[in-house]
């Protein structure tokens, strides 16, 4: 396939891929779930954990070729995620329209924890979503960040919630 028809095939699968796509995979027990389960996880270790779930990439990205691991870079800058005490923040990014999954973690956490441990947790999301399994999926993603966090940045005490628990839904 040439390079235009990769982005116009690319562009399709996005354009097709709407924001009812994303609530139809995250409902909102799905969501209360996820922000129980990103809240308690938190409360045993230093890491902050954001979830951003995005349908579709804006054409714009889609059309300048910009892959799944650049968006996830830029919406970790974007919404903070890199701005916490410890620089102990972890985002896993979620793109419906690709079905892929990549996380991003901030420098403190990269020191410890290798990108084949990321890449087994993604895989965990990616299985999932093969059969329709959003919200297990991404659950037991969570379980495998908060343990990894909790084992390399256990709690020491009572601190503040550096950054919202709630998805982001793109």
């Not at 045993?44 to 954001?50: A, C, F, K």
């Not at 996380?103 to 084949?116: C, T």
């Not at 709690?155 to 839904?169: F, Q, T, Y």
């Amino acid at each position: 396939m040439s390079n235009l028809s990769t982005r116009l095939s690319r562009a399709m699968r996005h354009w097709k891929t709407s924001a009812a796509d994303g609530r139809r995979a995250f409902p909102p027990e799905a969501l209360a779930q996820i922000v129980t389960a990103i809240g308690e996880g938190e409360r045993t270790h230093r890491g902050e954990l954001r979830l951003i779930v995005e349908a579709s990439m804006p054409f714009e990205a889609i059309w300048s070729d910009v892959g799944n691991r650049q968006r996830a870079l830029a919406l970790f800058a974007e919404h903070g995620v890199w701005d916490t005490e410890e620089n102990c923040g972890v985002l896993i990014y979620v793109n419906l329209a690709e079905r892929a999954v990549d996380i991003v973690a901030d420098r403190n956490i990269g020191r410890k924890i290798d990108a084949a441990t990321w890449q087994s947790v993604c895989r965990t999301m990616t299985d999932g979503f093969a059969h329709g399994q959003y919200r297990e999926s991404t659950l037991a993603a969570i379980a495998q960040v908060n343990a990894l966090l909790h084992q390399h940045f256990p709690a020491s005490g009572a601190r503040a919630n550096e950054l919202p628990d709630n998805p982001i839904m793109l």
